[in-house]
């Protein structure tokens, strides 16, 4: 975690500078991508005939990126604006593709315990289908990540109306989530790869109080740790609850069902919901329910139990913290074939666990590839769900002048 410190620090030194750029320019400014270009052509032309070091030859498919950032083209919005594909090297060879639509991550290319890498987040090749055909792959959620109740927020004896879009509740911060936003985007350090995602979400948005000015931050450094720092900021109190929205396999996307991956949560509790996935406000013990993942267990093991509607999980978790804020592990995943690990670290007092219940082979993803149910899962760091209903839950209230500041860490290995 040490590495973790020197990344806050670069991130502080960058984050200012960049937020004033995006601040005033809503997309990168014309010399800083022609230095990024630039930049990525001497890069390639250096590494030329020499791949980076750790990348190996059994990966049937890896782009082979030299470390530091590469920028291409992603198609266009429905709106006709180009987007941008980001990719995130490290000197490992590890590399994350990230997409300013959405501020969504694209691609993940790890290597298993053979040095074999493989893409491990379920999406799409190209752009068009994250329009309308995207169940959250990889995506930036926002305003308010899961569920409000009957889409009703009471803020201040006023009462918001919010999209009703998940049966009787609102998900995922309305029809036109932050994942459906084009975000500027701004490289902020090319020795520990970085991009900042910035956009400002209106006064009224979504239903949402308060213009929310976010940024999100990408960085990958070279202990394998990507780095999601989220910030933002409002000009009248409102709610807030950010997360990413990424669907691991890590035996490979498309690569069949995560059942046998063992999984373990640091949490002692969780939020039981109701039929609509509503938290009923208890807040209850793991112990003796499918729900205790204290100690490492297949996702298969007790995933019939678990009841819902589709069966599996979906549920928040009450991250074990001795004090508020605190930043510390929340789950770990192995996959037990390929030996790839992933561990989650964060401040955020709760995380979704969810198998990709809502998937059933319909979806085709990269490649033409069906997905199936439990074809991955996903850890989204969070507040509790529908928080605006709970006065017993964190609040999730962001007053004008305060700034929102999140960090999540997914750290890559083999065992
Ligand atoms: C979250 C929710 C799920 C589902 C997915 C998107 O994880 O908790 O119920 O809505 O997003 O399909």
Redesign the pocket.
């Known amino acids: 975690m040490r590495s973790l410190l020197i990344a806050f620090s670069i991130l502080a030194l960058a984050l200012p500078q960049a937020r004033a750029q995006t601040s005033h320019h809503q997309h990168q400014s014309a010399p800083h991508r022609e230095n990024a270009m630039h930049h990525h052509r001497e890069k390639s032309s250096h590494h030329q005939g020499k791949a980076a070091p750790s990348v190996q030859q059994g990966a049937t498919y890896h782009p082979n990126t030299p470390p530091g950032v590469q920028i291409a083209n992603f198609g266009k919005s429905q709106s006709n604006v180009p987007i941008k594909l980001y990719t995130l090297t490290n000197s490992n060879g590890i590399s994350v593709n990230l997409t300013n639509y959405g501020a969504t991550l694209v691609n993940l290319w790890v290597p298993d315990r053979r040095g074999k890498f493989e893409d491990i987040v379920l999406g799409y090749d190209s752009l068009t289908p994250y329009f309308t055909n995207s169940?959250?792959f990889g995506a930036t959620v926002g305003r308010y990540a899961?569920r409000i109740a009957r889409g009703e927020l009471n803020l201040n004896g006023i009462t918001y109306p919010l999209p009703i879009n998940?049966g009787p509740n609102s998900?995922?911060g309305g029809k036109v989530g932050f994942n459906k936003r084009i975000w500027a985007a701004q490289i902020v350090s090319r020795k520990e790869p970085a991009v900042v995602f910035s956009m400002t979400s209106p006064d009224g948005d979504q239903g949402y109080p308060g213009a929310l000015q976010t940024w999100v931050t990408f960085m990958l450094n070279n202990q394998n740790e990507l780095v999601i720092l989220y910030e933002a900021t409002t000009h009248r109190p409102t709610v807030l609850n950010l997360t990413n929205?990424s669907y691991f396999n890590l035996a490979g996307e498309g690569n069949g069902k995560v059942l046998h991956s063992l999984v373990r949560i640091n949490a002692s509790r969780y939020t039981p919901t109701d039929a609509h996935?509503i938290p009923t406000g208890e807040i209850r013990s793991v112990a003796g329910t499918p729900f205790d993942f204290r100690t490492l267990k297949p996702i298969g093991a007790s995933i019939h139990q678990t009841g819902g509607n589709p069966i599996g999980y979906?549920n928040n978790f009450v991250l074990n913290k001795p004090l508020f804020k605190q930043f510390g592990f929340a789950a770990e995943v192995i996959e037990p074939n390929s030996g790839r690990t992933l561990q989650v670290f964060t401040d955020q007092p709760g995380i979704?666990f969810?198998t990709a219940n809502?998937l059933n082979g319909t979806i085709k993803g990269k490649g033409g590839k069906k997905y199936p149910q439990y074809g991955a899962f996903?850890l989204?760091t969070q507040h509790f769900p529908d928080s605006p209903h709970q006065a017993r839950f964190p609040s999730t209230v962001l007053y004008p002048g305060d700034t929102f500041r999140s960090v999540t860490v997914y750290k890559f290995g083999v065992r």
Do not use: T
């Open positions: 169940p959250y899961n998940n998900l995922h929205h996935l979906d979704q969810y809502f996903c989204e």
